[in-house]
């Protein structure tokens, strides 16, 4: 049974989001998802704009170091972030 207060979703997030937020997850000894949700939250808590894909990706942007946020086109290619 999910805990009270959350919702199931499916979600697409680039590889290299989603490899970094497991990485770090790992090293904090926490799950990944609770990581990802406690930077949503905490972005929400600082800023009252609605979460739109512009705010999201704005929130991925402060979150990741430079140099690991690499996005995937849909040939598979990596392409660095601008």
């Known amino acids: 049974m999910p805990p009270k ?3 199931r979703i499916t979600i697409y997030i680039d590889d290299a989001v ?19 949700n406690e930077a949503l939250k905490a972005f929400l ?4 704009k609605p979460v739109t894909a512009s705010v999201l990706r704005q929130i991925i942007r402060e979150e990741l170091p430079e140099k690991s946020r ?6 598979g290619r990596a ?4």
């Open 18 to 36: 989603l490899d970094e937020f497991r990485t770090r997850a790992e090293r904090a000894g926490t799950g990944y998802q609770t990581m990802m």
């Open 70 to 75: 690499l996005t995937r086109r849909s040939t």
């Open 45 to 48: 808590e600082k800023n009252e």
């Open 79 to 82: 392409k660095t972030a601008r």
């Open 5 to 7: 207060g959350k919702t």
